[in-house]
Nanobody
Framework: QVQLVESGGGLVQAGNSLRLSCAASGRTFSSYRMAWFRQAPGKEREFVAHITRTGTDTVYADSVQGRFTISRDNAKNSVYLQMNSLKPEDTAVYYC????????????????????WGQGTQVTVSS
């Protein structure tokens, strides 16, 4: 099992940056694929970014491509989300998530594919 704790959220003006961190417990962090999701009020939880176990491959939602960067440090049991050029529509609670290998019919874009979740951190972008 792994426990996840996000930090780094806050209130920023549009155009500014934030860096989210997700600290994981346990000694098997490097065996998990990691992702960030977000959920705005009244909306479903949506995929933001994914990173493989070694960090060599990343995938982003079209809405954040070129502005957000996901990274990980397995020595520190942590995954990060650098968010630049923030927009008001980025306002949401951001969650990190961990998963093992994908099951048949599962995709990295679906929240149901992930086994472990953090409690979330609020990001608010003012215009």
């Amino acid at each position: 099992q792994v426990q996840l704790v996000e930090s780094g959220g806050g209130l920023v003006q549009a155009g500014n940056s934030l860096r989210l961190s997700c600290a994981a417990s346990g000694r098997t962090f490097s065996s998990y694929r990691m992702a960030w999701f977000r959920q705005a009020p009244g909306k479903e939880r949506e995929f933001v970014a994914h990173i493989t176990r070694t960090g060599t491959d990343t995938v982003y939602a079209d809405s954040v491509q070129g502005r957000f960067t996901i990274s990980r440090d397995n020595a520190k049991n942590s995954v990060y989300l650098q968010m630049n050029s923030l927009k008001p529509e980025d306002t949401a609670v951001y969650y990190c998530a961990a998963r093992g290998a994908l099951g048949i019919g599962s995709t990295i874009y679906s929240a149901s594919s992930y086994d472990y979740w953090g409690q979330g951190t609020q990001v608010t972008v003012s215009s």
